[in-house]
């Protein structure tokens, strides 16, 4: 079947580190691929995605490479800051369904 | 767009009681997703709708829930009757023919006492 596996949290840094979360996938055929992030008390806001192999999605200073060779989409930030701190799901949409990884706690330290 | 609205955004209530959530999609939107989110668990897709029909209720945990879709602007998720593992915050989800990602609601937080 199709499923997320991502790197287990909780993760704490300080401000200005640099931010890797793991992610790899199982799917048959070319599933599209989204990094979500939640806030305290917030509904999922997607972060950024990528439909097919090598593209990048990036958003806010974040990036993910779809890589079909290693099935990863790992998440990347150069330099957090305080407002980073969340909960962040890799997920997979294939046959109009999403799949979520477990979620990764990330929290950032002043 | 208001994006997606869900109410309440909390409730708690007595064990055996029937609880009903309820979603409005994005306008436009063609498929419409149910999530239970807990910590044991994570995010598990209940049920999933498109043009207003039933498509995949695979991850329907019982027959005490059901959901209906009765128009393209409207969804309801019930619980009858509800027990404390029921508890979990629930997020309803819309997506368009045209787009790749779903949109999320704020969630209701349900507590079953």
């Known amino acids: 079947g199709n499923s997320v596996t991502q790197m287990e949290g909780p993760v704490t840094l300080s401000e200005e580190a640099f931010l890797t979360i793991n992610c790899t996938y199982t799917a048959t055929g070319y599933p599209s691929l989204f990094w979500y992030v939640q806030y305290p008390g917030e509904g999922l806001q997607l972060l950024l995605k990528?439909?097919?192999?090598?593209d990048k999605g990036s958003n806010k200073g974040f990036e993910a490479t779809y890589r079909k060779e290693t099935t990863s989409f790992h998440l990347e930030k150069g330099s957090v800051q305080v407002s980073d701190s969340a909960v962040y799901f890799c997920?997979?949409?294939?046959?109009?369904?999403?799949?979520f990884g477990a979620g990764t706690t990330v929290t950032v330290r002043a | 767009d208001a994006g997606v609205i869900q109410s309440p955004r909390h409730e708690v209530t007595e064990m055996g009681q029937e609880v009903t959530l309820r979603c409005k999609p994005i306008?436009?939107?063609?498929?419409l997703f149910w999530y239970r989110q807990t910590m044991m668990r994570g995010l598990e897709l209940l049920i999933y709708f498109n043009n207003n029909v039933p498509i995949d209720d695979s991850g329907m945990p019982e027959d005490r829930f059901s959901a209906k879709m009765p128009n393209a602007s409207f969804s309801t998720l019930k619980i009858q009757p509800s027990e404390p593992r029921d508890s979990a915050v629930y997020f309803c989800?819309?997506?368009?023919?045209?787009?790749?990602?779903?949109?999320f609601g704020q969630g209701t937080r349900l507590t079953v006492v």
């Open positions: 989800a819309s997506r368009g023919l045209l787009n790749t990602e779903a949109f």
């Open positions: 306008s436009g939107h063609d498929y």
């Open positions: 997920a997979l949409r294939h046959d109009y369904k999403l799949s």
């Open positions: 990528a439909t097919k192999a090598d």
